[in-house]
């Protein structure tokens, strides 16, 4: 599927909602695809959005953030959640909650000469806004 993040957006703000224990709206939808269509979507990052790492990233799950609209967006094999934050209290909310909840995702190992292995692990307080 060829789409932009603002048309996914767009798309998913016109779904069922609710309210999060955090107070965050989250809008949810079913559309079989993978989380590339986000990764390579056109206008990725001219939008504003991140890749969030985790431990569970492949074709069939993803997460993101953005910091410019509040907002994180996550897929899960076909099922698409938005969480819209009115705030920065309650992104930095949503944020916290993401950190204690997705394992450490890694961005790449290299194996030296000799062996020795270094893991590069994404900054995720870089997600956090400063208030």
């Keep these: ?6 048309d996914l957006v767009k798309w998913l703000l016109d779904h069922k909602s609710w309210t ?3 107070g965050n709206l989250i809008y ?5 695809d993978e989380r590339y269509s986000v990764d390579f979507a ?3 990052k001219s939008e504003g959005w991140e890749q969030y790492d985790t431990d569970q990233d492949a074709c069939y799950f993803g997460v ?10 996550t897929y899960a094999e076909g099922d698409w959640s938005l ?9 930095n909310a949503e944020i916290t909650d993401a950190l204690a909840f997705y394992g450490e995702g890694r961005i790449a190992m ?3 000469d000799d062996g020795t292995a270094t893991e590069y692990k994404q900054d995720r ?3 956090l806004i400063k208030e």
């Design 110 to 112: 290299t194996i030296d």
């Design 28 to 32: 949810q939808a079913f559309l079989s």
């Design 42 to 44: 056109d206008d990725f």
């Design 20 to 22: 999060n224990d955090r």
């Design 83 to 91: 969480v819209v934050c009115s705030d920065t209290q309650h992104y």
């Design 64 to 73: 993101w953030m953005n910091k410019s609209k509040l907002m994180t967006l």
């Design 1 to 6: 599927m060829n789409i932009t993040t603002a």
């Design 125 to 127: 307080a870089e997600f």
